[in-house]
């Protein structure tokens, strides 16, 4: 099974702020990672497909980069309804999600 | 446009089964795969299995297997997860998923979950 680790698990920002968050592979899942945005009760909400591909109606603000074994996703100029719980999930051999990013808007 | 509508929270007792059910609109059903993703109350996701609507195909995480059936019936859109012998530890919501591999004329060996169900409440207790 592949493992998908996220760092940091929780992180704190202001408005306007630049955040990066991480997900790591334990082994190569090409470019087949996606990232989901979820608020609290509340499914979870694509953000990003294919490692980078922005899913249509998610702002401009939100970026996906990485290939292999190693991702990011950064959301710059944060707004306060960025505050949420951000998953990474491969699907390139069965499927697994990282353990999730709680971000916090100060 | 694409909606995925699951069935209301559910009671159950340890040792009992429970059945949620995905009504699917918006898209032809046998168009795409379903998943079944559980979050345990304060946890991360954990995807559980998928169905191919068109085939009746399944798949679970083997954590599952012998535990939770999959099934479809294309006259109503809908999609079934049932999980037997449940355990304290089963409590979660449960979410249906559609999978999409394809987007703006692209089409791509694997895929994403998109979108998904509202979740449905699964409270185990004696």
């Known amino acids: 099974d592949i493992q998908m680790t996220q760092s940091p698990s929780s992180l704190s920002a202001s408005v306007g702020d630049t955040v990066t968050i991480t997900c790591r592979a334990s082994?190569?899942?090409?470019?087949?990672l996606n990232w989901y945005q979820q608020k609290p009760g509340e499914a979870p909400k694509l953000l990003i497909y294919?490692?980078?591909i922005l899913q249509t109606g998610v702002p401009s603000r939100f970026s996906g980069s990485g290939s292999r074994t190693d991702f990011t996703l950064t959301i710059s100029n944060l707004h306060p309804e960025d505050s949420a719980t951000y998953y990474c999930?491969?699907?390139?051999?069965?499927?697994?999600f990282g353990q999730g990013t709680k971000l916090e808007i100060k | 446009q694409v909606q995925l509508v699951q069935s209301g929270a559910e009671v159950k007792r340890p040792g009992a089964s429970v059945k949620v059910s995905c009504k699917t609109s918006g898209y032809t059903f046998a168009g795409h795969y379903i998943h079944w993703v559980r979050q345990a109350p304060g946890q991360g996701l954990e995807w559980m299995g998928w169905i191919d609507p068109k085939s009746g195909d399944t798949d679970s995480a083997q954590k599952f297997q012998g535990r939770v059936t999959l099934t479809s019936d294309s006259s109503i859109n809908t999609v079934y997860m049932e999980l037997s012998g449940l355990r304290s530890d089963d409590a979660a919501v449960y979410y249906c998923?559609?999978?999409?591999?394809?987007?703006?004329?692209?089409?791509?060996?694997?895929?994403?979950?998109?979108?998904w169900g509202q979740g449905t409440q699964v409270t185990v207790s004696s």
């Open positions: 082994q190569s899942v090409s470019t087949y």
């Open positions: 999930q491969q699907t390139y051999t069965s499927f697994s």
């Open positions: 998923a559609r999978a999409e591999d394809c987007s703006g004329g692209s089409c791509y060996s694997y895929g994403w979950f998109d979108p």
């Open positions: 294919i490692a980078s």
